[in-house]
């Protein structure tokens, strides 16, 4: 067998046992409550050194030699941008800054207090992480980036929990849907940034990138989307075979411009999906949107097993054990505890203000979508990449159980202890009984109400027909 093929064979067999694993995690942690999310960073990580690894053989290597890596990279890659194009298609702007306009404290608390923490945590940490590979990493954009890291939150995971515990009718459900698709969008553009800080060379460059950026951001709003919309509104049946290959050819050559400009390929995939129409019941959705948010969730867990690959838990000291519990702490304390208290002194219970922090503490694929920008902007070591995994996993595993305990003792939205015993106590029951029928009736409001149902919502949104939520999703 030629070298050409046995690379190309090799990375197919690679897939398979890719899918299989992946489609075998989920299934084992739905049944304890988890999201598709966990299962498939789990595949991941059980797919590289930090397990697999662990057995004879050195089977990582075997199974997936470093000759067809790249080459999973590649379909990992296209995965994520047609991931990261749906999510932006999905994005609400108009019911998003409804929402912010009347909780504007705790958006900013969401947002600011997790970044400030996080950039303390990076001051702490610096000096066992200032050389990656070799080069030495500037502190503003290290601190910078565990900042955006630590304030993110994964609207796609967040929406698929809202959906399974009924919460979605609730002002908690609502608002946190609101604040995680506000705090991702400001995220990303904080990430850009320090990728551009990264990748440029002295000031002249980083203007220069931000400049473009600017540009490229007044091509996509004021000719691209016009462009979209004059185009979407001539479409007829008789054009719906060729909609999803043209949609996902912008979304690819918007993430080429991105690329090239030095903010990276995501916040092209990402920005195409925000200006795309969204006329409820055309061609456009009904032809584009569904096969093209089918093919991301087929190639999503060839990202997590590449980013598994480059997980390695033992190579964690004793030392870096400690960190991870550090980087855990700030995590849930900047989040969760940040949210909780902004909404409890925004006069909401403490039932509801743990509720809404507890989902906003959520990261999960967002988050590792991130890292892996940091670790290939070489602002991470392997160590710290690790633990920063193990940070989106185990905040994001620990709000389902949490949630049900709070759910048991009284509805999201009552007001006193006394409201738990009134007639919304069926809220309780949402964790066995009411996720199939809550994802059934839909989202809750009208559009401009509800902001888009991502990807691992299970949920149709304003703009896309209902979906079937019991299929596995990322």
């Not at 002249?204 to 473009?212: D, H, K, N, P, Y």
């Not at 190639?299 to 991870?324: I, K, N, R, W, Y």
Request: charged share 10%; hydrophobic share 55%.
């Amino acid at each position: 067998m030629a070298h050409a093929e046995w690379i190309s064979v090799t990375a197919i067999g690679g897939m398979a046992l890719i899918f299989a694993v992946a489609t075998g995690f989920i299934v084992l942690l739905r049944r304890v409550g988890q999201p598709a999310v966990i299962g498939e960073i789990t595949a991941g990580i059980c797919l590289g050194p930090s397990v697999l690894g662990l057995l004879p053989g050195d089977l990582p290597e075997r199974i997936f030699p470093p000759e067809i890596r790249p080459h999973l990279g590649v379909v990992a890659q296209v995965g994520l941008l047609l991931f990261m194009f749906i999510i932006g298609w999905e994005f609400d702007t108009k019911g998003v800054s409804v929402r912010i306009r009347s909780t504007g404290t705790i958006w900013l608390t969401s947002i600011l207090l997790p970044m400030a923490l996080g950039m303390g945590l990076a001051a702490l940490i610096y000096q066992s992480h200032d050389v990656v590979n070799g080069h030495s990493i500037p502190f503003a954009e290290f601190a910078l980036f565990l900042g955006v890291a630590m304030s993110i939150t994964a609207f796609p995971v967040l929406a698929r929990i809202i959906a399974e515990h009924g919460l979605q009718p609730t002002r908690v459900g609502t608002l946190a849907l609101g604040l995680a698709a506000a705090d991702d969008v400001l995220a990303w553009c904080m990430l850009a940034v320090v990728v551009a800080m990264t990748t440029a060379t002295g000031t002249a460059g980083f203007l220069s990138v931000m400049a473009w950026s600017v540009v490229y951001l007044a091509v996509m709003l004021w000719l691209i989307r016009p462009l979209l919309a004059a185009v979407s509104r001539r479409l007829t049946p008789t054009h719906a075979p060729y909609v999803a290959v043209l949609a996902a050819a912008g979304a690819f050559a918007s993430a080429f411009a991105t690329s090239h400009i030095g903010i990276h390929a995501i916040f092209g995939a990402f920005m195409f999906g925000m200006i795309m129409p969204r006329h409820r019941d055309g061609v456009l959705q009904h032809a584009a949107f569904g096969p093209i948010e089918a093919t991301s969730k087929l190639l999503m867990p060839v990202f997590f097993v590449v980013t598994g690959l480059s997980v390695d838990l033992t190579s964690l000291t004793a030392g870096g054990v400690l960190e991870m519990a550090a980087i855990i702490v700030v995590a849930c304390v900047g989040k969760l505890g940040g949210v909780a208290l902004a909404a409890r002194l925004s006069g909401m219970h403490w039932r509801q203000s743990t509720i809404l922090g507890v989902l906003m503490n959520t990261r999960g694929l967002t988050e590792l979508v991130l890292l892996n920008v940091g670790l290939g902007l070489g602002l991470l070591s392997v160590q710290l990449f690790s633990t920063m995994v193990l940070m989106a996993l185990v905040t994001t595993a620990m709000a389902a159980p949490v949630l049900n305990v709070l759910l048991r003792r009284g509805p999201a939205d009552g007001d006193t202890d006394a409201d738990a015993g009134k007639g919304d106590r069926n809220l309780v029951h949402s964790t066995t009984g009411r996720a199939g029928s809550a994802r059934s009736a839909g989202t809750a409001g009208t559009q401009g109400e509800q902001p888009h149902a991502a990807t691992e919502s299970g949920q149709h949104t304003p703009t896309e027909p209902a979906r079937d939520p019991g299929r596995p999703s990322t």
